[in-house]
Every structure is written in C-alpha cells, then in structure tokens.
C-alpha cells in the first residue's frame, strides 16, 4: 500500500475551497458528475457519478476534512487528509492519502492532479 502526500494552490479562500469540495451543487459545477456530500462528521458521500464513494471522518468548517475512501474488498481503512491553509496566492491545500493500492498508486495521482485538484483550479480561475 502507497501513501499520496501532494499540496496545491488554489485562488480562493479557504472558505470558497472548502465549499467547492463540500457542497454537492458546486462539485457538480466543477466535476461535471452529479455528488452526494454533505459537510457533517459521519455521512457518507459519492463523487464522480459514484466513482468516489466513502465517509467523512472528520470536518472542521474551512480548515479539514477527513475521509475515508471505499475500495470493492480492500480490507484496509484508505483515508484521505485535506488541510486548507491561507496564503498569499490564495490557499494551500495539503493533501493525504494513505494505503492506496500499489497496482492503483500511480492512477490515483493522476486523478488527483487532474480530475479533482486541477479541475477546482481551473474553476477558480
């Protein structure tokens, strides 16, 4: 099992960022799929048209939010970290995300890099 560990910067505050990945209407604008999230400890979610499906572990408004990621039989909890920071260009976004499968690491960062952070930069600029 591989750990992704990436950081992004987004034109927006934190509070818009944390809206563009908490809100089902805006990650519909941003994703092109239909989403069900809600931005409460203990609900599940589905992004992508159900591609993406898991829980949120932990939501602090603006600043993090914990998920754990579901994976057909994989038997170890995957979890994913986001920590949004203000800065200078906009926010910084710290992102975690822990036993991805080896076979599926390297796919898992592409869809990170373009499908999920790179499509919320291009929303916001």
Do not use: C
Not at 52 to 73: P, R
């Amino acid at each position: 099992m591989k750990t992704i560990r990436q950081h992004y910067f987004v034109n927006a505050t934190p509070e818009e960022v944390f809206t563009a990945i908490t809100n089902p209407f805006t990650i519909e604008l941003w994703s092109g799929h239909p989403a069900r999230m809600e931005a409460r400890e203990g609900t599940e979610f589905s992004i992508f048209d159900g591609d993406i499906a898991g829980k949120n572990i932990k939501i602090t408004e603006n600043k993090q939010i914990v998920q754990e990621w579901y994976f057909g039989d994989q038997t170890d909890e995957s979890i994913v970290t986001i920590n949004l920071e203000s800065h200078k260009l906009g926010t910084k976004v710290l992102l975690e995300h822990t036993n991805v499968p080896d076979d599926e690491a390297e796919e898992f960062q592409k869809g990170w890099n373009e499908y999920y952070w790179g499509a919320i930069q291009d929303y916001f600029k």
